[in-house]
């Protein structure tokens, strides 16, 4: 193992990011190209496209929770002791994005479209799952974390913008009914991607333990348990997962946060249909439109600004409110076909991709704060706990949002393989597209008036941890922070800071 004495420069947190490249560039493609694929080169029905994803992804969600524990436990294995339990999985990872070209072979059947799937799913996962682990085992230095962290946005939002960019241009070179542009693709990105994990298993490193640490490691993990000591676990874990549903502003993050990422979700996934069936235009200017993702590097530089001065409440107003305005241009367009229509694409569409950058940038800079609500009820420190809560019901929630945009699709009259569609069935896509997502974000839209945690509310919430924690008495508790904790916990005041707080009240407030 690597010693931790190494210095975080910015070359190492660009090699340490490049891994998002992946992360980010392979779920767009996938959000964004992959049905559309199915549908049209493979002669997979909408249902059936749809099924694969959304398979994939719930067995993803359930994998993904175990793998965690099992990079954990590594160090039993040689291999682990040698390459690293995280680091390890990367360095396997790299050749294996080979399986990324399996997606985009055609002449296949359903079977094997779902495997090939399912496949490179688990292999991403047991990637990025580790990957992830990395800054709190390279440094444990506020600023230095910070820098690993930025590289990582920077080059997600590079992948996003390869994602779409580079099938664009494919199939423009290839042409629109020719399915080889997407096989290159596949190609292209899965050798890039090999690269970037293989380059971050170079420039990165693990905590290096002590021997005792080590043996100590060794020894639990080797450690077996009875059936009926593994199935209590099991229960109590699943308990620990719904109990953070208990605090109020948690419920309220996780629903704006499911809500609007899912209409992103419906979005992504037909919009390559409405512009090719709807408007009309090319799959390769559906991507160019797309790629006018790169706006979402620079706009994130200015929601870190923006999450500072106007707080997240305000800044999920400005994203929803864009998003759902071109949203409405984008039905007139439909609707009235200008002249002037490209032009006026590519406006909309830059305008709609600062929104969406605000609505990825916002849910997971506002989540370091719902642990400290949650620290004041249970006396407990469960970030782990509740960033698997919100990996878990994101998967699950885009598997169902994909499945149910592909069984509308087919209950539409979409009919695959088809250079042009009924009426009906472009009427299904427009809809989809606009009042589907629309309304999605209206429901994010109408938590986010309620959603109370600010810089203002969290440091009064702050200041009485501190207070409790140096013996602060309950009795002597300032009104304006009792109703402030009651307000973010929906917990009455009187059952927070307890040791046993497995009967709480809710708060009327």
Not at 59 to 66: E, F, I, K, N
Not at 310 to 333: D, F, H, Q, R, V
Not at 340 to 368: C, E, K
């Amino acid at each position: 193992m690597s010693k931790n004495t190494k210095k975080i420069t910015i070359l190492t947190s660009i090699g340490y990011g490049l891994t998002d490249i992946m992360g980010g560039g392979a779920f767009t493609i996938i959000a964004a190209w992959l049905l559309y694929y199915y549908t049209t080169f493979v002669g997979l029905t909408p249902v059936q496209g749809a099924s694969i994803i959304a398979i994939a992804r719930i067995v993803d969600a359930v994998v993904s929770l175990s793998i965690g524990g099992i990079t954990d436990n590594f160090y039993k294995f040689k291999l682990g002791r040698k390459f690293g339990r995280r680091r390890f999985f990367l360095l396997i990872g790299s050749p294996l994005m080979a399986t990324y070209i399996l997606l985009w072979i055609t002449g296949m059947n359903y079977w094997y479209y779902l495997f090939s799937y399912l496949l490179f799913e688990i292999v991403m996962a047991s990637v990025l799952i580790p990957w992830e682990t990395l800054p709190s085992e390279m440094t444990k230095d506020y600023n230095d974390r910070t820098k690993l962290s930025t590289a990582r946005m920077f080059m997600s939002g590079t992948g996003v913008f390869l994602a779409t960019f580079v099938p664009g241009r494919l199939i423009a070179y290839f042409g629109e009914d020719n399915a080889y542009a997407y096989f290159i693709n596949g190609v292209f990105f899965a050798v890039l991607f090999a690269i970037c994990i293989f380059i971050s298993y170079k420039v990165t490193w693990e905590k290096e333990l002590t021997p005792e640490e080590e043996r100590e490691l060794i020894a639990k993990s080797r450690k077996h348990k009875s059936f009926k000591e593994t199935l209590i676990t099991i229960v109590d874990v699943l308990k620990e997962y719904v109990s953070t549903l208990k605090i109020k502003t948690f419920r309220k993050h996780l629903g704006i946060y499911l809500l609007s990422f899912t209409a992103k979700d419906v979005f992504n996934a037909v919009f390559v249909y409405f512009c090719v069936f709807a408007l009309n235009i090319s799959s390769s200017l559906a991507g160019d439109l797309l790629s006018l993702s790169i706006i979402g590097v620079p706009i994130t530089l200015v929601a870190g600004l923006l999450m500072i001065k106007i707080g997240p409440s305000n800044l999920y107003k400005i994203s929803y409110s864009l998003m759902l305005i071109c949203l409405g241009a984008y039905y007139t367009i439909y609707l009235t076909k200008p002249d002037s229509m490209v032009v006026m694409l590519f406006v909309i569409s830059a305008i709609y991709q600062i929104g969406r950058a605000i609505l990825d940038f916002t849910p997971w800079n506002v989540f370091p704060f719902i642990p400290d609500i949650d620290e004041i009820v249970t006396k407990q420190r469960r970030e782990g706990l509740f960033a698997a809560v919100m990996t878990f019901t994101r998967k699950t929630s885009v598997a169902l949002s994909t499945f149910c945009v592909g069984l509308i699709l087919q209950w539409g009259g979409f009919v695959a393989g088809e250079k042009t569609q009924t009426p009906e069935a472009v009427h299904t896509i427009v809809y989809i597209l606009v009042f589907a997502s629309a309304l999605l974000l209206i429901g994010a839209l109408l938590i986010v008036f309620t959603f109370k945690l600010n810089k203002e509310n969290h440091k009064i919430l702050i200041n009485e941890i501190e207070r409790l924690k140096n013996n602060g008495s309950k009795l002597t508790v300032d009104p304006k922070t009792k109703e402030v904790v009651e307000i973010l916990t929906g917990v009455k005041y009187e059952d927070v800071w307890k040791d046993n707080n497995e009967k709480i009240t809710t708060a009327t407030s």
